[in-house]
């Protein structure tokens, strides 16, 4: 295999990386939020408002769950009253909340590419792709303050 080919098949890993990293992000919040709003998480008032809050469970994504995690420290020490030290743990979560979509673009187009090349197994040894893109795209239920679209919506 030449240099050429080595290098088309990772700008074409690249582009589909980002994309799906881009897709990844709408995805987790546009349908975040949709999914809060159908557990009763956002609600339309006969007054024109919006509610927000009132559900014990939203759901997430595996993947930013330590991020989600951060956030809720985050909460507890500003509780504390720190003063100065107020939101020491920002950027870490800020990084973990946006590190997550470039792992799972990566996975999805890792799947991908290795099924159009046909590599024996698809899903990796032990199925790692798989649980990969499980694990970057779908959804479990927690509870709300572990959830990032309890945190954009709810608490500020």
């Known amino acids: 295999m030449g240099s050429g080919t080595k290098r088309k098949k990772r700008v074409i890993l690249l582009s589909l990386t980002v994309g799906l990293a881009v897709a990844h992000v709408f995805y987790y919040y546009f349908i975040g939020l949709r999914l809060f709003e159908l557990r009763g998480g956002v609600r339309k008032m006969p007054n024109g408002w919006t509610e927000f809050g009132g559900t ?32 020491p743990l920002a950027p870490i979560a800020l990084l973990s909340g946006f590190a997550p979509s470039p792992v799972a673009g990566w996975a999805l187009a890792s799947l991908i590419i290795a099924a159009f ?35 954009y919506t709810v608490r500020y």
């Open 56 to 87: 014990d469970r939203a759901w997430t994504i595996p993947i930013h769950l330590p991020g989600c995690v951060i956030l809720k420290i985050e909460d507890k020490l500003d509780a504390a009253g720190l003063g100065y030290l107020r939101y």
């Open 117 to 151: 090349r046909r590599e024996r197994p698809v899903l990796g040894r032990y199925l790692w792709r798989l649980w990969l893109v499980l694990f970057s795209w779908g959804w479990i239920l927690v509870p709300s303050e572990l959830s990032e679209v309890w945190q």
